[in-house]
């Protein structure tokens, strides 16, 4: 009995069955398809997105070959293309490369500007806002007081910061331009005792503290004899 059973509850699923496809088997082609369809869609939307970034990634390579090349005017046509159409990753590339050429070519007035526009895109990410704030900040060195250098990046020294190494010196060097030779030490010195200083930078902040050291020294031995003299 229990076959018959079995073989009467199959047969009742398979007229189900049918009724079901019949009805509704339609809608299970066109979501195949659909998978089908979206699958190669994103498919070919991967090979696109890479090609398109292979060519932006060759247009940046060879704008920056041109500016090692000294051709400043064809690599900033090359960069300005880029920043215009080369998506969110090389156009700001470009952007950074641009402000980098500006400052090497002694347009300090348009570097500033260039940086300090990156910094204030609150399209970027705050990390790369900061970068542009202490790239700008190295360039105000020689065209701004302490105060104002201090103002750019003086929050960014803060202990756990991760630009904080470069922040330290930009400050060192702006106290020592502007002769505050204690701040400076102290900056430097900072640098010297955080165990998490890089090395370049923590040898270059050797030798700004031997420069003051000597300095300080050269200072109060010519206040001495000044003192000297005036007895």
Excluded: C
């Excluded at 704008?63 to 215009?84: C, M, P, W, Y």
Aim: charged fraction near 30%; hydrophobic fraction near 45%.
């Amino acid at each position: 009995m229990s076959d018959i059973f079995r073989e009467v509850d199959e047969e009742l699923q398979r007229k189900q069955m049918r009724r079901l496809w019949q009805r509704y088997g339609y809608l299970v082609i066109g979501a195949a398809v659909l998978i089908v369809a979206l699958t190669a869609g994103y498919k070919g939307w991967q090979a696109y997105q890479s090609s398109v970034s292979g060519e932006q990634g060759d247009k940046f390579v060879a704008a920056v070959q041109l500016s090692n090349e000294g051709k400043h005017d064809e690599a900033r046509t090359a960069f300005d293309a880029l920043i215009k159409d080369g998506g969110a990753g090389y156009s700001l590339l470009a952007r950074f490369r641009v402000a980098s050429d500006l400052s090497a070519a002694g347009d300090t007035e348009g570097a500033l500007a260039a940086f300090d526009d990156l910094s204030k895109d609150s399209g970027l990410d705050s990390f790369l806002r900061d970068v542009a704030r202490i790239r700008a900040a190295y360039i105000a060195v020689d065209v701004e007081d302490f105060d104002a250098v201090n103002a750019r990046v003086g929050d960014l020294a803060a202990a756990g910061n991760a630009l904080r190494f470069s922040a330290r010196e930009v400050l060192g060097l702006a106290a020592w331009k502007a002769d505050n030779l204690k701040v400076s030490q102290a900056q430097f010195s900072s640098l010297r005792e955080d165990t998490d200083t890089p090395a370049e930078v923590r040898q270059r902040a050797e030798l700004m503290l031997a420069l003051l050291k000597s300095r300080m020294e050269a200072g109060a031995s010519a206040a001495s004899e000044e003192k000297t003299e005036t007895q």
